[in-house]
């Protein structure tokens, strides 16, 4: 059974800083994996998606990798703003090509 | 830009009464799913559906629960019976099919309180 992980459970940074939100999952055979945005009490909101035969995707300011033969993806946020404190949520599709989500990392980015 | 979209945001309902959650996906979309996350836990898998029939389900997903498509945009979620445990967000997700449609778009949830 597909057990995703996410390290740090929170993180808090000042502004400006550059960070790293980490993802692991216990069964490499996944369809692909995507990055998720919840704010309080809200939606998800997709940020990346990364098949399964490619190593990264980037889009604006956030970097994610994926290392599917150990299990890792990794999400970088260049020059983290404020606005950037969410929580953030990755999920791996399984080859049932349903989600199997990690509990998330809690992100503040203080001014 | 298309988006999932949920009513209601918020519903209330007596323990034992039932609710009809709604959705409707992406109009060119063919898989669809419902999610729910209890407040503070994981976001967990409930149901699947494609081609008009159930793809698969959670252990979660008993005869309490339901799903069907009834016009062809709707996608609802139907829990009869429902129980204090029940309450917690709903989500309703939808992506246009495999590989260059995997990218999975969620609805804004709705928030079940059963009292």
């Known amino acids: 059974k597909q057990e995703v992980t996410q390290i740090p459970a929170a993180l808090s940074v000042p502004e400006g800083e550059n960070l790293v939100l980490n993802c692991s999952f216990t069964d490499s055979a996944i369809y692909n994996l995507q990055w998720f945005r919840q704010d309080p009490g809200k939606g998800l909101t997709s940020l990346l998606l990364i098949q399964s035969s490619q190593r990264e995707q980037t889009s604006g300011r956030l970097n994610a990798s994926l290392d599917k033969s150990s299990g890792r993806s990794t999400l970088y946020i260049a020059a983290s703003q404020p606005g950037d404190s969410a929580t953030y949520l990755c999920?791996?599709?399984?080859?049932?090509?349903?989600?199997?989500f990690g509990p998330g990392t809690r992100l503040s980015v203080l001014p | 830009e298309p988006e999932v979209t949920q009513t209601p945001s918020h519903q209330v309902t007596q323990m034992g009464q039932e609710v009809i959650l709604r959705c409707v996906p992406i109009?060119?979309?063919?898989?669809f799913y419902w999610y729910r996350q209890i407040l503070g836990q994981k976001v967990e898998f409930l149901v699947s559906f494609y081609n008009n029939e159930i793809s698969e389900k959670s252990e979660i997903f008993d005869d309490q629960f339901s799903v069907e498509r009834p016009d062809g945009s709707n996608f609802t979620l139907k829990i009869r019976s429902t129980k204090l445990e029940d309450s917690a967000m709903y989500f309703c997700?939808?992506?246009?099919?495999?590989?260059?449609?995997?990218?999975?778009?969620f609805g804004q949830g709705t928030r079940l309180t059963v009292v």
């Open positions: 999920a791996v599709m399984d080859y049932g090509q349903n989600f199997v």
């Open positions: 997700a939808s992506r246009r099919g495999q590989v260059d449609g995997a990218e999975a778009f």
């Open positions: 109009s060119n979309h063919l898989y």
